[in-house]
């Protein structure tokens, strides 16, 4: 198990950009696949993006391909998502996750979530 805390949310303009952070604690981290998600308000929570836990693969949400980075330094026990270009639809709580094997885009498959943090992109 490892306990996540997200952190770099904030208000921006529309095509600002962010970069939020995922602190991980716990000796298995670079043994567990990292996702992140976003849940706007009134709607059902999605996938964003997610990263090997090799830091090899990545995949994304087809809303944010082109935009979004997701990154992880196993040494530090972070993963990031740099958001360019955003937009007043990106508005969200972001929330990373964890899970032991590959890649998965599908929210049952992770074991351990974050708090969540705020994004607000003004128009």
């Known amino acids: 198990q490892v306990q996540l805390v997200e952190s770099g949310g904030g208000l921006v303009q529309a095509g600002g950009s962010l970069r939020l952070s995922c602190a991980a604690s716990?000796?298995?981290?670079?043994?567990?696949?990292m996702g992140w998600f976003r849940q706007a308000p009134g709607k059902e929570r999605e996938f964003v993006a997610a990263?090997?836990?090799?830091?090899?693969?990545?995949f994304y949400a087809d809303s944010v391909k082109g935009r979004f980075t997701i990154s992880r330094d196993n040494a530090k026990n972070t993963v990031l998502l740099q958001m360019d270009s955003l937009k007043p639809e990106d508005t969200a709580v972001y929330y990373c996750?964890?899970?032991?094997?590959?890649?998965?885009?599908?929210?049952?498959?992770?074991?351990?979530w974050g708090q969540g943090t705020q994004v607000t992109v003004s128009s």
């Open positions: 996750a964890a899970r032991v094997g590959i890649i998965s885009q599908q929210q049952s498959r992770y074991d351990d």
């Open positions: 716990g000796r298995t981290f670079s043994s567990r696949s």
């Open positions: 990263i090997h836990w090799s830091g090899t693969s990545t």
